[in-house]
């Protein structure tokens, strides 16, 4: 999917919303554990119900690398129930991948080819070698860690690096790596103030913001400080939704805390 | 696996080699390819005859990933053939994983408990609630990158962030979440000096060192510089040693790599 599709989806629906997938066995209603696939089926009517709210699907690969092989097959299922249904729906495989190049290559074979994912979530230490690989893909996008929304982002990613603290480094270096149309940053929701500053620095970029709900994180104000003209926004809910209900009324209680977001979105917008 | 454990291993084969198995099916025996599973039957052969001269495994995630579920059957498979038929040996899954607390605690259940490897590599940059959780696992190892063999180390591990560098910081920092006994870093073998460096700030931790060969780094010199009283290295070799041959002579062409990276590091002991 490219940027123009992307902010046409935002506009016509009047949100951006990101929906996390992380589907963990122990917190879904108890009904599906007797299928098949309990996570697929799970992720199954989540979508259905949420799709109208939501510009992107989030599966975070750790929820479904913890059954192995069997998870894996979640996931590719869960991918292409979205690619099939909802082509216009962004889709990002939240798997902080990186290493050196010729293997980040086999990582991007595998997101962008092998599960079709629309784009990646990337950790930057290893630096540009380790990024590269991922962004020679027609319309895919890496989508790289800048400023995390966990309590561990204080530990490195706010030390000084001569005139800026290490996240800005690492924006600033990777802006040269890639355009706007090919990147975007993950700015947590949680440092509301460091992601005006960092709107300042980059007017045209997307930022993924996630920590909004369970951690704490607030829509309005990561709004005021992270819209452009563009948007240039898509800000991730997990647990809030998924995690509604783990009753029968799941899918609809998810629907419901999805559309609430959508509206706060809708008025800002 | 607990460090004495390791460090007799070494003891008795004379060895800190550590095989890397980044088994990508575009290089591997064309006789292979008409096998159910040729990414395993590879491993499986590599192994049976290089177990004589490592102490260790390192599976490299990437490479399985990129055939989806497929690929993880055939990770699963490779760690359960070691642990049945050589559970002397250290498995390391390079995976360079890292999330905020609640997605990494099911990142270190995907790979300790579902894939029973002994060790994890992991991206520091999300800081210590990301890493936290891969620690309370009895004998299980996390492996934080600290510099990378690969050219982007340069783009930030080397930053100045008041009186160190990152990555020295990044070791520093390390060292109060885990000691010698559950933590070891990743030193790349084509910073020699840094290793030993990095040496004298940590007398006591393992290091894994990767980039001998292919990468260009040098065995004499890596053992030179980073060498502790309890050998404290695991050095890695990957497309030296399983690409040394892709005719049908491949594993015997491999055990004989193996034997000479073997016999150096005897002589260093």
Redesign the interface.
């Known amino acids: 999917m490219n940027k123009q599709q992307l902010i046409q989806q935002i506009q016509q629906k009047k949100s951006f919303l990101c929906v996390g997938l992380?589907t963990?066995i122990n917190k879904i209603p108890q009904h599906l554990l007797e299928m098949d696939d309990p996570v697929f089926e799970f992720n199954k009517e989540i979508i259905d119900k949420t799709a109208a709210f939501a510009v992107a699907y989030k599966p975070?690969t750790?929820?479904y690398?913890?059954?192995?092989?069997?998870?894996?097959?979640s996931?590719?299922k869960t991918v292409q129930y979205i690619k099939t249904n909802y082509p216009d729906i962004f889709i990002i495989a939240?798997a902080?991948?990186?290493?050196?190049?010729n293997?980040?290559a086999?990582?991007a074979?595998?997101?962008f080819n092998?599960?079709n994912a629309d784009a990646l979530t990337v950790?930057?230490?290893?630096?540009?070698?380790?990024?590269e690989p991922f962004l020679g893909f027609e319309d895919k996008w890496v989508i790289l860690?800048a400023l995390?929304?966990?309590?561990?982002?204080?530990?490195?990613?706010y030390?000084?690096?001569?005139e800026r603290m290490?996240h800005q480094?690492?924006l600033q270096?990777a802006t040269t790596w890639a355009g706007s149309d090919k990147m975007m940053f993950v700015v947590g929701a949680t440092h509301p103030e460091e992601l005006g500053e960092i709107r300042k620095m980059l007017p045209d970029y997307f930022f993924l913001v996630p920590g909004v709900g369970a951690?704490g994180g607030d829509l309005q104000t990561v709004a005021k400080y992270g819209l452009n003209k563009e948007c240039g926004l898509l800000v991730n809910s997990s647990r809030g939704i998924i995690y509604a209900s783990n009753g029968p009324d799941f899918a609809e209680r998810a629907a419901e805390e999805a559309q609430k977001l959508q509206r706060q979105m809708a008025a800002v917008l």
């Open positions: 992380d963990d975070n750790a929820f690398e913890v059954y192995a092989a069997k998870g894996w097959q996931l590719e939240d902080k991948r990186g290493d050196i190049g293997t980040s086999n990582y074979k595998a997101f092998t599960l950790a930057p230490y290893m630096g540009k070698d380790s990024v860690l995390t929304s966990n309590k561990g982002s204080q530990d490195f990613q030390l000084n690096v001569g290490l480094q690492v270096t951690q």
